[in-house]
């Protein structure tokens, strides 16, 4: 069947597959699009036509994509990238003028590693405008999938499922017991899990599965959170805990970089089964990468060799 969408298909038909995908909903989709509901109702039965077969299924609490619509949002996803990249292009003047770089951040990453590579990148690469995006690894491979961001920095969890996207190892993020500076722990030379046992623990839940991870650590060396202990999705918490009390946490040792880079916690020295977290950069080559990521990347390298001669934050592979 011929369907000539090179000829009739339109980006305001992409915007509108786009919005309706994300909210699942004509009414909150339409007025997204500066539409009324009857004219995206009518515009997505034309499309409908056009295409051959229904793009959304509707339900009494709003439309749900089909196999076909699912297609279409993918290809809509990245043609409204790819056009955005071409307006910004279009606006640079010189080769000094700023460029954006979109940065799609794991939890750890986000708060351990970018405010420093953020510091760097205002010293190295002036020129560069860069939004951080937070999110979980689906979400984050999904948006990087479809252009929507221009890579994704932090663990390197293993695919499912061959997704053809390049994943280069630079760091690591092991999971360490950390408490504040003057801490009757840090007065014991060799602490052992029975003096860890004693203490209260304030547990990370960023992610399930920097929990599953934690979880496990915790198992390996033996280590039970006590009745008192907290779990908190806060980091701003966590960290007032540790540094204000004599509350101790498991973490991946990054999330607090920056605090023990100023000296203002330390990390308990006790032995653990070695759990390989690593950690790095995720690009789609079938994107390509620009010139902008790629002196990202280069700053970011930079950032982890400076944390690693440190000696304060251990990020060792």
């Not at 959170?225 to 040792?253: C, K, Q, Y």
């Amino acid at each position: 069947m011929k369907r000539a969408l090179d000829r009739l298909l339109k980006f305001r038909h992409l915007r509108m597959v786009e919005a309706l995908v994300r909210f699942q909903s004509l009414t909150r989709a339409a007025s997204h699009l500066g539409l009324t509901q009857p004219a995206l109702t009518k515009a997505i039965r034309e499309l409908e036509e056009l295409i051959g077969e229904p793009l959304f299924d509707r339900h009494a609490r709003g439309v749900r994509p089909t196999e076909a619509g699912l297609r279409l949002e993918a290809f809509a996803r990245r043609s409204l990238v790819e056009l955005s990249r071409l307006e910004a292009s279009l606006d640079q003047v010189d080769a000094d003028a700023v460029t954006p770089v979109t940065i799609g951040a794991l939890p750890v990453a986000a708060v351990g590693l970018l405010p420093a590579v953020l510091q760097r990148v205002r010293t190295d690469q002036p020129h560069l405008r860069l939004r951080v995006v937070e999110g979980r690894t689906e979400d984050l491979l999904s948006k990087l999938d479809a252009g929507e961001v221009d890579l994704v920095v932090g663990r390197l969890y293993g695919p499912d499922a061959p997704d053809g996207l390049k994943r280069e190892t630079l760091y690591a993020e092991p999971i360490s017991i950390i408490a504040r500076v003057g801490h009757p722990l840090h007065r014991i030379r060799r602490p052992t899990v029975r003096d860890l046992a004693e203490q209260d623990l304030v547990l990370p839940e960023f992610s399930q599965r920097i929990a599953h991870d934690i979880a496990r650590y915790m198992e390996n060396i033996g280590l039970s959170a006590t009745p008192n202990s907290i779990r908190s999705t806060s980091r701003g918490f966590i960290r007032e805990m540790v540094l204000g009390t004599d509350m101790i946490t498991v973490m991946p040792r990054m999330v607090m970089g920056g605090d023990l880079l100023r000296g203002q916690v330390r990390v308990v020295p006790v032995a653990a089964p070695a759990m390989p977290r690593p950690a790095g950069v995720i690009t789609n080559p079938r994107l390509g990468e620009s010139p902008a990521a790629r002196a990202l990347v280069g700053v970011i390298r930079a950032t982890i060799a400076e944390l690693a001669a440190s000696g304060d934050v251990d990020i060792t592979r």
